[in-house]
């Protein structure tokens, strides 16, 4: 059996980087589909661009400058309403740092 | 259930106008018939019937006191489920937006409401817009009113099926590889996916940044053009928005083909597997030219790379794009023992599989070690692709292929193999990797009834050209009054 394109620690890793939970049996299954898209897609490797720039933007335009004005913006409230957690008009996390009180 | 008069948004108005119908009566019938046959369709998520009933009163008052009425006045309109609506709930068909209830409306909402639209309800989708069957909706998949076994396509499938079945007369969806195009085309109607920067994303919930554009739909040619020219224009909140002049597009469409020059890929054509797509379209380019267009042999030596690069660059996009979804602001937070895994979990019970497959498709390609071999490559051969479109519009005006390699295949029929699935997108993906108008329109039924589309594809911001060659391939082929039999 050819060597896969990727290995399943490296599925592992890239789940970390993407910060999604995947079970054993969801990385094994995403490491078979990962492998088998990646395969395909190296059908691009026949192709010498070394020359050719990237297409970062497919129409080419000049970054746009607004005016420098206030505008109304949504309301606090409204947007702390679809927080899974809210308090003190702010939206709640988890604790990230340890604090000696 | 009486026959159902498929009436235009042109007669709708006209009859709002005149004082035939009041728009509370005729948003109140396409609610009873979306509330009918939804259960069979699966095409709308929620139906809003106090919004919608509340917007027709609005233009029936609006009518009485003698003010101007707009040019989509008291036509029901259905919004895909990933653009925002202000107070009405908006899930991208993720279960990790399940209950999110925006603050604002997308410009494109905004457009409708001042054109005197009423918005009936919010269409399902591909989940987070990636899909070509919409069998990664979260809540069920969509049916093809013209065979309830066949997929409608996606991700657009719920706003093409409620076009298609005579739910509302327009849709809006989005198209980021396809997404209004190849379900329009399984679905049997028009759907124009406009230049990248035409139509502003503002309030589109965005998948990939670099592809990303809000669509039209509709059953006639006439109908999309008019939508497109209603919801167009600069909104200085997209940066890629363009602050150029809109064309008339609903004018345009009576302009005809006379010396146009048709760009046609034989190769492509000769390639087809599917006799009835081939014939059909073969069909529509013989109409063209009975019509005083030219047709002139192009090429697109790389469009056969389209799929591997945008299956790079759409899926890096969208991992990037969807970061934001990580319990914190807004919609689902599953909690864990740390913010790590609070965003781990989140993120994981969240999406579905096809979403988990992009973000970590798009995150492989992005990291380090594997940047420039897949994602830069990727950039490098999208260029390969722009210039072939560059040198074809040197010798044609707009170049016409299929909308799909088949028309709409099973429900389940790629579901277990994602790289088949993608394959399928290999016509409409090379104009959107380019930022090029394309638009889809009915062009032949297959034997077993089922709807086939032809694409057409225009330089930058040369829409009105798509709206008048696709007005003569309907005229000719004269589908715009087939509709799905089951819902006629």
């Known amino acids: 059996m050819a060597e896969p394109k990727i290995k399943l620690d490296e599925v592992l890793h890239v789940a970390e980087l993407a910060r999604l939970q995947l079970s054993d049996d969801e990385a094994r299954q995403m490491q078979a589909q990962l492998d088998s898209i990646l395969g395909y897609l190296a059908e691009l490797d026949e192709l010498d661009v070394s020359d050719v720039e990237p297409?970062?933007?497919?129409?080419?335009?000049?970054?746009?400058?607004?005016?420098?004005?206030?505008?109304?913006?949504s309301d606090r409230s409204e947007i702390l309403a679809e927080a899974p957690e809210s308090e003190a008009g702010g939206f709640a996390v988890p604790l990230v740092l340890e604090v000696d009180s | 259930m009486t026959s159902f008069p498929w009436q235009s948004a042109f007669e709708i108005r006209e009859q709002v106008i005149s004082g035939a119908m009041t728009a509370v009566d005729v948003t109140r019938a396409y609610l009873a018939r979306a509330e009918a046959l939804n259960p069979k369709l699966s095409c709308f998520l929620y139906l809003d019937h106090e919004g919608a009933l509340a917007a027709a009163a609005q233009v029936d008052r609006a009518r009485e006191v003698g003010e101007p009425l707009g040019p989509l006045a008291g036509v029901p309109v259905a919004i895909k489920d990933n653009l925002c609506t202000r107070g009405v709930r908006t899930t991208c068909a993720s279960k990790i937006l399940g209950n999110y209830i925006p603050p604002y409306d997308a410009h494109v909402v905004e457009a409708l409401r001042a054109s005197g639209a009423v918005i009936v309800g919010k269409t399902n989708l591909d989940e987070f817009a990636m899909g070509s069957s919409n069998e990664n909706s979260a809540f069920g998949n969509v049916h093809n009113p013209w065979n309830l076994d066949r997929a409608p396509g996606g991700s657009s499938g719920g706003s093409a099926c409620a076009t298609a079945a005579g739910l509302a007369p327009l849709a809006l969806g989005s198209d980021t590889g396809g997404s209004v195009r190849q379900p329009g085309a399984f679905c049997g109607i028009t759907a124009i996916k406009p230049t990248y920067g035409r139509v502003s994303r503002y309030g589109l919930i965005a998948f990939a940044s670099s592809l990303d554009q809000v669509g039209p739909m509709a059953r006639s040619v006439r109908e999309a053009s008019l939508l497109l020219e209603v919801i167009a224009g600069h909104d200085e909140r997209?940066?890629?928005?363009?602050d150029r002049e809109l064309g008339a597009y609903h004018a345009a469409c009576g302009r005809g083909v006379q010396g146009l020059r048709v760009g046609v890929v034989r190769a492509q054509l000769d390639q087809l597997q599917d006799p009835e797509v081939r014939g059909a379209v073969e069909a529509a380019l013989e109409s063209l030219e009975e019509q005083g267009a030219t047709l002139v042999d192009v090429a697109l030596a790389h469009a056969k790379h389209a799929v591997s690069v945008y299956y790079l660059i759409a899926p890096a996009e969208a991992s990037s794009n969807l970061a934001r979804f990580d319990g914190i602001r807004y919609g689902l937070r599953v909690s864990g023992e740390d913010?790590?895994?609070t965003y781990a979990r989140t993120r994981g019970q969240g999406f579905g599989p096809e979403v988990r497959r992009r973000i970590m498709l798009g995150t492989y390609a992005l990291s380090a070690g594997y940047y420039d071999a897949f994602y830069l490559r990727a950039q490098r051969v999208?260029?390969?692709?722009?210039?072939?479109?560059?040198?074809?519009?040197?010798?044609c005006d707009v170049l016409c292929t299929p909308t799909t390699p088949t028309p709409a295949f099973a429900l389940g029929e790629k579901t277990n193999d994602p790289l088949e699935m993608y394959l399928a997108d290999i016509f409409t993906l090379p104009p959107s990797l380019a930022g090029l108008p394309a638009l889809s329109t009915p062009c032949g039924l297959a034997a077993d009834g089922l709807p086939i589309g032809l694409q057409i594809v225009a330089p930058p911001f040369e829409e009105e050209k798509l709206c008048g060659a696709a007005q003569v391939v309907e005229d000719a082929c004269g589908l715009v009054t087939s509709h799905p039999p089951a819902f006629a």
């Open chain 1, 55 to 73: 297409t970062f933007h497919s129409i080419p335009m000049d970054a746009p400058l607004r005016r420098d004005v206030p505008v109304p913006c």
């Open chain 2, 238 to 242: 997209d940066a890629t928005s363009a």
């Open chain 2, 339 to 341: 913010l790590a895994d």
């Open chain 2, 382 to 395: 999208r260029t390969l692709i722009r210039r072939d479109y560059d040198a074809a519009f040197e010798s």
